[in-house]
């Protein structure tokens, strides 16, 4: 071991014990402290030079690698390490699908404190690439560069024969995805291996071509330029959508890209654009402009069709989000008698895949605009049973309103990563149905909640779910019955 004048510390022959949270593997320090190091995978053995030092753990990255783990694999992306999209690209997936029941378990063990069944096997998702439904990308007029090209660079500038071609200028435009905890610097991204072409061609097309008619890239720091975000979406049914979010109103050049986009890809089904001047670029707060074709897509599941506008929330991992929805069906084991409440509804995917076996089906979502969607699917679904009502849950979801709509045999809850309210937790032990099953995204928060349930309900199944594969995130499914 050896210190450095910075105050940075090396420690050597370190061996990678286990994953961690946010994509980090776990390794231990020679001073019995918790080193976090990015890009390497347990069973490693590496030196690690420290970057953070707080009271009870280090913060490193590896620097030489003495041997490699059996479970690590290369590679396919020529964007990892720097992207932080993909964490765990590096591990076999078979590792992964283990460290993410790990995390399940341990987390409803640790802060739930409560009695557990066997864990059902996790499910894997058939697609380990190219799986996802929705991607956003942004724009920046000064790309982040790689360790490699930042060589290359200062190599260059000790040539004056090669100073012209390290010139800032347009090839510092770059479309991709933001530096992990650097909202500022975007990384240019060639090849994303997440969302099926023509993604890739839609993105790289967009950024050549708006490069060569010289439109400005956004500045985050300045805050100046034409060109904001692109968020691209796809459905199983072959349907795309492409928005662009332009951070200045500039008609003439908005139509010159917006035509050239729909010319280039005329399998595009809706074409919409923003203008968005405001601090941050999120989009749920702004007027969208439909420019061509309609503004949505439409997503397909048993024969059931549902619309995604730009705001709509929809599980973005299309394929596996009808396992998913398969096994929060089979949880609940409905026979058609019983009145099934869906809190945080959002569109109503849940409670329309559930109605044809239920009596019927209330949702309850916060966002008037998720609502209008569920309800509009209804019915094209032609979906008689479902009725969906907007409200914040914690203040909609109590006596009256169960007063009025029935008491419910079943509750399912997909609520945010934060989890539910405490009073809608209350509010379920008061209306104590038959089960409750909870499909959560955060298996951290859904512990609390069972905790908080566990006086009056028992976990007689538990089924985690892989939706994001080369991630260290999971979605679990919970089975509650009265005790």
């Not at 041997?67 to 992306?77: D, K, L, M, T, Y």
């Not at 690439?129 to 991607?135: A, D, E, L, S, V």
């Not at 000064?142 to 260059?156: F, G, P, S, V």
């Not at 069709?305 to 709509?312: H, L, P, Q, V, Y």
């Amino acid at each position: 071991m050896s210190r450095k004048k910075t105050d940075r510390i090396i420690f050597e022959h370190v061996a990678v014990l286990d994953a961690g949270a946010k994509g980090v593997s776990v390794a231990k320090a020679p001073d019995g402290k918790v080193i976090f190091i990015p890009n390497v995978v347990p069973g490693d053995v590496v030196d690690v030079q420290t970057f953070k030092k707080r009271k009870a753990y280090y913060e490193g990255k590896a620097i030489n690698f003495h041997s490699f783990s059996e479970n690590r694999i290369e590679p396919v992306c020529q964007h990892f390490g720097a992207c932080g999209g993909c964490k765990w690209q590096n591990m076999k997936y078979e590792q992964q699908l283990t460290y993410k029941n790990n995390e399940v378990f341990n987390n409803l063990k640790r802060i739930g404190k409560i009695e557990l069944p066997d864990f059902e096997p996790i499910l894997g998702s058939e697609k380990q690439f190219f799986y996802r439904n929705k991607m956003e990308f942004g724009f920046s007029d000064t790309r982040w560069m790689t360790n490699e090209e930042m060589d290359k660079r200062r190599a260059a500038e000790l040539d004056s024969v090669n100073n012209a071609d390290i010139h800032v200028g347009a090839t510092q435009n770059a479309l991709g995805f933001h530096i992990p905890k650097m909202w500022d610097k975007i990384l240019d991204i060639e090849k994303c291996h997440l969302q099926e072409d023509p993604s890739n061609a839609i993105r790289n097309s967009i950024k050549e071509f708006a490069t060569e008619k010289g439109m400005t890239f956004f500045n985050a720091r300045n805050h100046g330029g034409l060109l904001r975000t692109l968020m691209i979406r796809t459905a199983s049914t072959g349907e795309i959508m492409v928005l662009i979010q332009f951070f200045e109103d500039d008609k003439a050049q908005r139509e010159v890209l917006l035509d050239f986009v729909f010319e280039r890809f005329p399998q595009i089904t809706s074409l919409q654009y923003v203008i968005n001047s405001k601090a941050n670029d999120t989009l749920y707060d702004q007027d969208i402009k439909l420019y061509k074709g309609r503004d949505y897509i439409l997503e397909e599941m048993e024969g059931l069709k549902f619309s995604i506008n730009a705001k709509s929330f929809y599980q973005t991992n299309s394929d596996q989000a009808y396992e998913l929805y398969k096994i929060t069906r089979e949880f609940a084991g409905l026979t058609g008698n019983e009145v099934v409440y869906d809190l945080y509804t959002g569109t109503g995917t849940i409670a329309q895949f559930v109605s044809k076996e239920a009596k019927k089906v209330i949702g309850v979502e916060a966002v008037p605009e998720a609502i209008a969607d569920a309800k509009e699917n209804a019915k094209r679904n032609e979906i008689t049973n479902c009725e969906f009502f907007v409200g914040d849950m914690k203040n909609v979801f109590n006596e009256a309103f169960i007063a009025q709509h029935g008491q419910p045999d079943v509750i399912i809850t997909d609520p945010p990563r934060d989890g539910m309210h405490k009073d809608v937790v209350e509010q379920i032990l008061k209306i104590a149905p038959k089960k409750v099953v909870y499909v959560s995204c955060n298996s951290a928060t859904q512990a609390r909640d069972l905790a908080l349930m566990d006086e009056k309900y028992k976990v007689t199944r538990v089924r985690p779910v892989d939706m994001f594969p080369q991630t260290h995130h999971v979605e679990n499914v919970v089975l509650l019955e009265l005790r």
